[in-house]
């Protein structure tokens, strides 16, 4: 649903999925969708971005919080510039999960994305267990809290949101209609307690197993903005048509 100074935003996150004829197929089918009440941003691995040519917004799957020097295998928000990548995504529970990044590394590399004038797409979401137990609101107000703490709320006029609860990331185990609005809710209102407008404003996706038949009542929910999307981002057809829902 676009709600009042909201564009909805679909962004496909490949992970370490794709090939250059992937990048060929998406171009040419998203050459003449037609999208003009959405925006849709792709996350494919770094190696392909000089591939892609420019008409499609770009997004990292992940960002140094080092500006350069001797980190071996990192990516800098100032080579993401060079290849006019406008979005990283940080924070995400794959990279949380294998690569242990704490809650304050993520912040730092949220400060990092936009001290170079990019858009962070920050992911939040709990694990099952932590759902079952009923800490599901705690947990998610910690990971925000800690962003919120080093860059200030006033910054997040600049951040794109995205709610990936764990259990639902790759399990054909989507979150309601209803549980996504819920959780979007209470994002929203634990940041209007800080800011108001920023809340209002804040973009906030739904990521876990979107896909082109569920996508249109997910984004139909009033405080969900559109979505992060892992495997149906990789099918050119589904992604298009997940995106088309988002237009409308
Ligand atoms: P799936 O759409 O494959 O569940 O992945 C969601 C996700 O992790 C996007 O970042």
Redesign the pocket.
Known sequence: MQVVGRRQLV???W?MNGDKALVGKMQKIFATAGLDNMDVVI?PPSPYFGLFDGKLKLGS?NISEFDSGAHTGEVSVAMLNEFKCQYS?VG???RRADNHESNELVALKVEQVLKAGLTPIL?VGEPESVREIGKLFEFIAAQLNAVLMKVGVSQFADVVL?Y?PIW?????K?ASPAQAQEVHAFIRGHLAKQDVNIAANIIILY?????GNNAQELFSQVDVDG???????LDPQEFLSICQAANQ
């Open positions: 962004a496909g996150n992970k996350c799957q995504i995400h529970s794959e992911c995205a990936e639902a990331i790759g399990t054909g989507t990521g876990g197993s979107v896909k979505g992060l999307i892992g495997g149906a981002s």
